[in-house]
């Protein structure tokens, strides 16, 4: 996967994320959860493209550590939302399977840099 399609699938996972939350049923769990996953996982998007603009190796994978973050924080929320919205569990499943596909790209990533 080149750096343009993962910039673009970062972006589709916010996307996709915050076409959820415009789904969900109005209530006191739908009002907070899904304010934190839309700052997560755009914050994933957002993150990344400033990956792609480091300045230093050091610096990249500063840069890959917060995608990282960000995304674990992202499937967190997903699972969260899971247990209340049982109706939305299919395309919850769907969100989160690619969030963990990501996750170990980013993670293989910062790995590899490393080396």
């Known amino acids: 996967m080149t750096a343009e399609e993962l910039k673009m699938r970062t972006k589709k996972f916010a996307i ?38 480091a300045k230093s190796k050091p610096d990249f994978i500063n840069k890959l550590k917060i995608v990282e973050e960000e995304l674990d924080e992202s499937l967190l929320f997903l699972e969260l939302l899971m247990e209340f919205n049982e109706s939305k569990k299919q395309v919850i499943e769907t969100l989160h399977t690619e969030g963990e596909i990501l996750l170990r790209i980013i993670v293989a990533t910062i790995n590899s840099s490393r080396n």
């Open 16 to 53: 996709d994320i915050g076409k959820l939350v415009l789904t969900l049923d109005k209530n006191e769990i739908n009002r907070n959860y899904p304010n934190q996953i839309i700052r997560c996982s755009s914050s994933v998007a957002a993150n990344y493209r400033a990956v792609r603009r």
